[in-house]
Each structure stands twice: as C-alpha cells, then as structure tokens.
C-alpha cells in the first residue's frame, strides 16, 4: 500500500507529525511525503521537520512563494508529475493552505483516492484564502477527517456527512506527545530573559492584519501594553517582517524575535500569561498547554475554544485588544478541571492519528476503493 502525504507550509509539518508516527507502526504501508515548498526558509520548513523527526520528503516540488494563482498552478504542474512517477493509492492532505487545495485538486482529477485531515472547518469568512482551500478540499475528497463536533456537522449539512469520521484533532496528539520534550530542552526564556508566567506571546501572519492598516493598530496597540502591563515576545513571520521593522516608536518590550522552532513555542506558549494571536493552531495549542488566548480575527473555526473561555475574539480593534489582554493579566486561570476535561471531549485525548490511521487503511482495503483500478486510471 502506498500512501503519499503533501505538505507545504509549517502547520501541516505539526500535523504529519502523528500521522507518520503512527503509519511507521503499520507493516506493509510506504509512506512518501511530498514537500510543495510553499514555506522553504530553513527556520520556516528544515528546523520543523528536525524538531519532529519526520521522515525526510521523498520528492521537494520548490515552489516557492508567488501570488494565489502562480503559486496554486505552479503546484498543480508539479504535483501532478510527481503523483505520475509515484502512482500512489491515496493521496493524504492537511489542513487548508494552498498546498492543501493543489494536492486535492491535482489527484482527484488523476482519479486518485483523497483523504483530507482537518476536515470540516468553516469560518464563514470567504475573504480568507483558507476557506476556499477547505471547502474545495472537502468537496474533492474521498474521506475526510473531522477534528471536532462542529467540524462534524459543518460535513453533514453540506452533503458530506458519509464520506466523514470524528477523530478528534492530530495538533493535539503533537503538542502532548512534544509537551516533555519542549520543556526539558528548551532554551528560549534563557535566550529571551523572560520569566515563566510574566510574558505574553504574540504572533500575526494573515492579510487581513498584515497587508492592511491594521498592522499598525495592532503593533502599537501591543507595544503600549508590553509597556504597561506585560513584555511581549513576537516571533516573525517572513510575511510581516519587512512591515514590522519600519514602524516608528515600538517599545524595547515589544521583543521582535525570528520565528522560532515547534519546541520553543511550545515552551513559550505553555509559560506564557497569555498568548495573542491570529493563527488557527496556535489558538489550540495555547488552550492546550492552558494558557488563555486572545484572538486577532472577527471569527474563528474553533469556536469550542470561545465556548470555554479560554479564547476571545478581538479582531484588530484597540480597545477590545486592551480590554481582553488586561483582563487575561488581571484574572486567575479559567483552566479549571471541568474545561480541562471538556478539552478533552472535544478535541481528544492525544491518539487521533491511531484513529484515523486505522480508518483510513480498513477504508482502503474495502473493495470498492478498488485501489488498483485506480492506478490503472492514471498510469
Ligand atoms: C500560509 C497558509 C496559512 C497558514 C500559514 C502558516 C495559504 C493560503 N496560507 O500562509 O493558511 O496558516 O501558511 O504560516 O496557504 N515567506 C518567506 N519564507 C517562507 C515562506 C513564506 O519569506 O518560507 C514569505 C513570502 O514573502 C511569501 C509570504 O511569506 O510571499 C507568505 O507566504 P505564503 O506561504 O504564501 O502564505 P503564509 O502567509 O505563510
């Protein structure tokens, strides 16, 4: 059985991570992975795969960055020969990025089998390129993979309910799985000079907040409270970069740093006194490791996170940033033993790849997958 994952950008790095573990356990099963080189900056791709022990990529595609149309049918071309050379049975995608879209719509035209993990999630937002991916990577798909309830029914109200399975959420697997790692050998509050509970984390990376005037209300409403309440440490994106370092007037506290390795966030996310971002993993992993989050959009896909608590949207207005980041600074932890079990319930309880591993090759042994068949189609 050959099974090919496509990754490109650093959150579907963190999500393969459980699954490979867990296809490496299978005799029989050959995993490739295919690396779109949508991210390809050594501390945006090369340190993930290290820290995660992945295997190395089988074939690297180069892509690189480009506009949503270059960069998507640049992928298109590339990955549909390299699924020709590898003729694999199921093609595996993750999440909702560009390589997600190019790697669903590329095989399911080659009449091959996709599976698509992280399915179902919706922000309703059709601004955002993610929510086009994931609708079209659903609808392209042959099984899909919900992380959440709501993910669950989000499927079913679109038709897609028999083609899908509740797994609970492979980001978690990674983050108990890494838990122990992190803290044990990570270096990053020595580096930074920051003490456990006394720091924020900030991270920003859509265009919503990084193409717009928003960028600037958000930098200098944070730098005003890294002053007055907290030191916040932000990590990077190479997307925000440029943008961030001509800003006159940031505090010294505001501490602009590179983007740092899984491990190292890891570690500043579970120290931190909250984290204020706009990344849909980071949301989890902040709920995961308990620490509250407050969230630079208008919506979010996981909503379970706001229903708890633990998470609060914000979008970029400054008042609404302040109100939520005082109040995280100022209020005991709303992690009490009731939402860390109800974190559970909905997310899972660190064994969702076993669980969709498992489906996924008792799926592909059914008869009408009619693998072979397949192969033949494309050959
Ligand atoms: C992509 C995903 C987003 C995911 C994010 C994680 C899409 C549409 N978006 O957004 O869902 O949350 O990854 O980070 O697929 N760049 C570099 N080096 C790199 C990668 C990017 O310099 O290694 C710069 C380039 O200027 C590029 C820009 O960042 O144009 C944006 O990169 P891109 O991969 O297009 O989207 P992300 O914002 O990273």
Not at 33 to 62: A, C, R, W
Not at 81 to 108: H, M, Q, R, W
Not at 124 to 147: C, G, K, Q
């Amino acid at each position: 059985m050959k099974l090919l994952s496509v990754v490109g950008a650093r959150p579907q790095f963190v999500k393969l991570g459980p699954i490979a573990r867990s296809l490496a356990r299978h005799a029989g099963v050959t995993h490739t992975i295919v690396h779109t080189g949508q991210h390809y900056d050594e501390k945006m791709s090369t340190v993930f795969f290290d820290q995660l022990e992945l295997p190395k990529p089988g074939i690297n595609l180069e892509v690189g960055s480009g506009s949503h149309a270059v960069q998507s049918a640049d992928m298109l071309t590339r990955l549909e020969a390299a699924f020709l050379k590898e003729s694999p049975d199921v093609v595996i995608v993750y999440g909702d990025t560009n390589s997600t879209l190019a790697a669903a719509l590329c095989a399911t035209k080659m009449h091959i089998p996709v599976v698509h993990i992280e399915a179902g999630l919706r922000s309703f937002n059709r601004a955002m390129p993610e929510e086009i991916n994931r609708i079209v990577a659903d609808h392209t798909s042959d099984r899909l993979y919900a992380p959440t309830e709501t993910a669950m029914t989000h499927l079913q109200r679109e038709g897609l309910g028999d083609k899908a399975v509740q797994t609970g959420d492979v980001m978690r697997d990674a983050v108990i799985f890494h838990s122990a790692q992190a803290t044990a050998s990570s270096t990053v509050l020595e580096t930074q000079n920051l003490t456990p509970g006394e720091f924020a984390v900030c991270t920003i990376h859509r265009p919503a907040n990084t193409d717009t005037d928003a960028l600037v209300t958000i930098a200098s409403t944070l730098s005003r409270l890294a002053d007055q309440q907290l030191p916040i440490v932000f990590p990077l994106h190479p997307r925000v970069r440029p943008a961030v370092m001509k800003l006159p007037g940031l505090s010294d506290k505001l501490q602009l740093i590179d983007p740092v390795p899984y491990l190292d966030m890891l570690k500043l996310v579970a120290e931190a006194r909250l984290v204020a971002t706009d990344s849909g993993g980071l949301q989890k992993e902040a709920a995961f490791l308990e620490t509250p989050c407050i969230t630079l959009r208008e919506d979010t896909e996981w909503v379970e996170t706001l229903e708890l608590g633990v998470n609060r949207l914000v979008g970029s207005d400054p008042v609404q940033i302040t109100n939520a980041f005082e109040h995280a600074v100022g209020s005991d932890s709303p992690f009490n033993a009731d939402v860390l079990s109800k974190l559970n319930n909905h997310y899972g309880t660190g064994h969702s790849a076993d669980i969709i591993v498992d489906d996924l090759l008792s799926w592909l042994a059914l008869p009408d997958q009619n693998i072979s068949a397949n192969r033949n189609k494309h050959a």
